[in-house]
C-alpha cells in the first residue's frame, strides 16, 4: 500500500475511533493498531460496518505469546506489556484496504477476549486454534473447544512454557483394551550433532 494511502487510512482511523486507538504503527506497508481489550468488539463492529472503511472481511487471527519477546535484544529493551496478544488481520473489499488489529489480555494467568464471531463468523476456527495452542479463551464463543490437540491433552503447545516432550502420551493397553493417558516416559536429552567423515578426508593429495 502505497504511503499516501496509509496516511489517509491512519487519519481516517484517528478520526472514527476516536480515544479507543492504544497505538499505531506502519511496518512492511500494512497498518497495525491496538485496541485495548475493553473497546475491542466496539472497534471491530466500527471498522466493519463504518462506509469509510468497511472491513468486512476477517482474513485470519492468531495468538500471540510475548513472554521472551525482546529477551535477545540490546539491555534494558525487554518486553514490559502484557505477555498474550491475539492479531487480526482485516480486509475491506470495497476500498482494497488491509489492515492488522491487536489486542492484549489484561490476565496473564487466564487470558480472555471478546469473540468477534458475532461480527465475522470466520473466526469460528481461529478462535479455536488460539485457544487450543495458547489457551486464550474467547467469551461468547458458541464452541469453544480444542481443535488440533488430542481430547485428553493437557496443556497449550505454543506458551513458551510447555516441555518440548508433551506432559502425557497416549499408548494401547492389551489388558484394558483401550486407550490410556500416562506421564511422558522419555528421558528428556540434549542432541548433539556430529559430523562423520572418511578418514583422510579433504587431504590434499
Keep these: 500500500m502505497s504511503s499516501s494511502r496509509l496516511e489517509t487510512l491512519a487519519l481516517c482511523l484517528q478520526n472514527v475511533l476516536t480515544g479507543?486507538?492504544?497505538?499505531t504503527s506502519?511496518?512492511?506497508g500494512e497498518l497495525t493498531i491496538v485496541?485495548?481489550?475493553t473497546d475491542m468488539l466496539w472497534a471491530m463492529e466500527t471498522l466493519r460496518d463504518h462506509a469509510d472503511l468497511g472491513f468486512e472481511m476477517l482474513?485470519?487471527?492468531c495468538g500471540m505469546d510475548y513472554s521472551t519477546y525482546g529477551s535477545e535484544s540490546v539491555a534494558g529493551n525487554d518486553w514490559q506489556g502484557k505477555r498474550f496478544a491475539v492479531v487480526y488481520h482485516l480486509l475491506s473489499i470495497s476500498h482494497n484496504l488491509r489492515l492488522r488489529v491487536k489486542a492484549f489480555a489484561d490476565d496473564d494467568e487466564f487470558p480472555v477476549l471478546d469473540s468477534v464471531m458475532g461480527v465475522w463468523p470466520s473466526a469460528n476456527w481461529f478462535e479455536r486454534e488460539a485457544f487450543d495452542l495458547y489457551g486464550i479463551v474467547f467469551t461468547g464463543h458458541p464452541d469453544l473447544r480444542r481443535?488440533?490437540?488430542d481430547y485428553g491433552f493437557i496443556g497449550n503447545p505454543f506458551r513458551k512454557d510447555f516441555p518440548v516432550s508433551g506432559n502425557v502420551e497416549m499408548?494401547?493397553?492389551p489388558d484394558q483394551q483401550r486407550v490410556i493417558y500416562q506421564p511422558v516416559s522419555i528421558e528428556p536429552r540434549q542432541i548433539t550433532p556430529?559430523?562423520?567423515r572418511e578418514e583422510h578426508y579433504g587431504d590434499s593429495e
Excluded: M, Q
Excluded at 479507543?20 to 497505538?23: D, G, Q
Design 59 to 61: 482474513i485470519d487471527l
Design 35 to 37: 485496541v485495548s481489550s
Design 194 to 196: 556430529r559430523v562423520i
Design 171 to 173: 499408548r494401547y493397553d
Design 20 to 23: 479507543k486507538l492504544v497505538s
Design 147 to 149: 481443535i488440533l490437540t
Design 26 to 28: 506502519e511496518r512492511l
